[in-house]
T-cell receptor, first 110, second 118 residues
Framework: DQQVKQNSPSLSVQEGRISILNCDYT??????FLWYKKYPAEGPTFLIS?????DKNEDGRFTVFLNKSAKHLSLHIVPSQPGDSAVYFC?????????FGTGTSLTVIP | DTGVSQDPRHKITKRGQNVTFRCDPI?????LYWYRQTLGQGPEFLTY????????KSRLLSDRFSAERPKGSFSTLEIQRTEQGDSAMYLC????????????????FGPGTRLTVL
């Protein structure tokens, strides 16, 4: 059973515009949510996290929003840059176990 | 500090053989995780160590899989009697709990070991 879902396999955005990546989850007991970026032939790289008791966390160009009632989180990248082109995974933790979505491939068009 | 390393990067084996993978985490990291990733999927949690203690195991982890982390440093993941369904990328990640981390459970991933079972 997929407890963390990313329903958009791909997204294309013009350079300088906002990229919004979405993630849905089913388990209300998840305590932290994280976003990772992955380039080909490399392991995922941590981007940003948010506690389940918060609704927003910002780090530079990256902002994560959490809507607990909808069991939904999103990652906003503003402004988008060509170097942001990668696969983005959302993940959720329950204790020390982590559950990842299937990823969204972001392409930023120069 | 060169990050998390994994060895080998690629492994091709015949069904029924045993394989062992090694992960060297970042030196001060006390937490170590193993994941499996198949094509089109996200990483799937397998197991977690805090120092040398294996504290979590996925219920999906069959008894053909065993992991160790002697002395709380490097870790090994062994798969016995491999099956074609074991073909995947095996990822190792490490993290530490401390003031310098950017967030709880910020995991640093290695490049992975790609296993192909023929």
């Amino acid at each position: 059973d997929q407890q963390v879902k990313q329903n958009s396999p791909s997204l294309s955005v013009q350079e300088g515009r906002i990229s919004i990546l979405n993630c849905d989850y089913t388990n209300s007991m998840f305590d932290y949510f994280l976003w990772y970026k992955k380039y080909p032939a490399e392991g995922p790289t941590f981007l940003i996290s948010i506690s389940s008791i918060k609704d927003k966390n910002e780090d530079g160009r990256f902002t994560v929003f959490l809507n607990k009632s909808a069991k939904h989180l999103s990652l906003h990248i503003v402004p988008s840059q060509p170097g942001d082109s990668a696969v983005y995974f959302c993940a959720a933790s329950l204790g020390n176990q982590f559950y990842f979505g299937t990823g969204t491939s972001l392409t930023v068009i120069p | 500090d060169t990050g998390v390393s994994q060895d080998p990067r690629h492994k091709i084996t015949k069904r029924g053989q045993n394989v062992t993978f090694r992960c060297d985490p970042i030196s001060e990291h006390n937490r170590l995780y193993w994941y499996r990733q198949t094509l089109g999927q996200g990483p799937e949690f397998l197991t977690y160590f805090q120092n040398e203690a294996q504290l979590e195991k996925s219920r999906l982890l069959s008894d053909r899989f065993s992991a160790e982390r002697p002395k709380g440093s490097f870790s090994t993941l062994e798969i016995q009697r491999t099956e074609q369904g074991d073909s995947a990328m095996y990822l190792c990640a490490s993290s530490f709990t401390g003031l310098r981390s950017r967030g709880p459970f910020e995991q640093f991933f290695g490049p992975g070991t790609r296993l192909t079972v023929l």
